[in-house]
């Protein structure tokens, strides 16, 4: 079988979300008899693009299409599989939900968003989507197509050796004692307000290892924060090697109010970090209170949370060692075995939610 697994924007998108997890899903297949390929033509983006929109063929074959994104060339690609018969997958890692509160403007151009991914999204065979409470959003649009829940899955491989970069980052962003931290785009939907303010409430060091953008498309409290930033939060930018940020922090604090799984949680839970995140229902079905992580619904919870956590070594490995038990179960080689099965029944039309 050979599929094509696009994801448009590509060098754009490569430390987002969307770019890890397209790349994790390319990881998954190659350890199955599937064979990938990553773009449907062999030209320029643009001029394939316009190709497919014009009804042109494409040179390179493929059995399924399989997109990430909900752009041109995507819509290119849903066009031409559609006229001929190919088996359309449509990975949904963008709702109108978690666009608001990302980029400037974004809040206001959401509910315009969603009635574009609900007429996107219906053209797929099946619709791809990283939980059940996803899912549900896009039924709730409602998008007119089947729709199963993959997990983006964690890469444990790519995270190996995070330990021994510990003195090196911890060094160079001068970080001390229990380091609270967090891994991704500085953006206020992944709860960068309250991150901030917490630092102002309590001692400990904050670093936040992730790319942000100070300019005409950054929110107004992207800008505020990052400069007026407390004494004790660091904003790092973007860093060479992720597994610095893991080696250096020691609670990893998310307090996000709307994701579609957070591939960055696993990645924390993989390298044994105790982990307090936002109680919002999607981590209702991945994670436990108590077990592997601790779940907060207000400011004061986050700051009892890192305070326990701070007198009690224990309970931070023990929370550590429970989850690395958790994000197991979201290995790579499980998520290709889903993704196979998924294309399979692309094939012999054996598609149900």
């Not at 890890?20 to 008899?33: E, P, S, V, Y």
Request: hydrophobic letters at 35%.
């Amino acid at each position: 079988m050979r599929v094509l697994n696009y994801l448009e924007f590509a060098s754009q998108l490569e430390r987002s979300g969307i770019g890890t997890a397209t790349d994790q899903q390319r990881a998954a297949l190659a350890t199955t008899d599937v064979e990938v390929v990553t773009s449907p033509w062999p030209e320029s983006a643009a001029a394939g693009a316009a190709g497919l929109l014009r009804g042109d063929g494409v040179v390179r074959d493929y059995d399924v299409a399989h997109c990430n994104l909900i752009g041109p060339g995507s819509l290119a690609v849903a066009g031409h599989a559609k006229r001929n018969d190919i088996p359309l997958v449509l990975h949904s890692h963008v709702t109108r939900e978690d666009f608001a509160e990302s980029f400037r403007g974004s809040t206001a151009v959401a509910p315009a968003l969603g009635k574009y991914l609900k007429w996107f999204y219906s053209q797929a065979d099946v619709v791809l989507c990283p939980s059940e409470y996803t899912k549900r959003t896009l039924e709730s649009y409602p998008v007119d197509a089947p729709i199963r829940p993959i997990s983006n899955g964690v890469d444990t491989e790519a995270l190996d050796g995070f330990e021994d970069l510990r003195d090196e980052y911890r060094e160079r962003y001068d970080l001390d004692g229990m380091t609270v931290f967090t891994v991704g785009n500085v953006f206020e939907r992944k709860g960068l307000t309250t991150f901030c303010t917490l630092a102002q409430e309590t001692d400990y060091d904050f670093a936040w290892f992730g790319p942000y953008d100070t300019g005409p498309h950054a929110s107004k409290k992207v800008r505020y924060w990052v400069e007026n930033a407390p004494e004790n939060v660091t904003f790092t930018g973007w860093i060479d090697d992720i597994r610095g940020a893991f080696g250096a922090g020691d609670v990893y604090l998310f307090a996000t109010k709307n994701e579609n799984q957070g591939i960055a949680v696993l990645e924390a839970m993989a390298c044994g970090k105790a982990v307090v995140l936002r109680d919002i229902p999607v981590f209702e079905e991945f994670y436990t209170h108590g077990h592997d992580c601790l779940k907060c619904s207000t400011d004061a919870e986050f700051r009892r949370a890192l305070d326990l956590l701070a007198r009690d070594p224990d309970l931070r490995r023990r929370l550590g060692e429970n989850a690395r038990e958790t994000a197991a179960e979201h290995s790579l080689d499980r998520v290709g075995d889903r993704l196979v099965e998924t294309y399979e029944d692309a094939l012999s039309g054996r598609l149900e939610g």
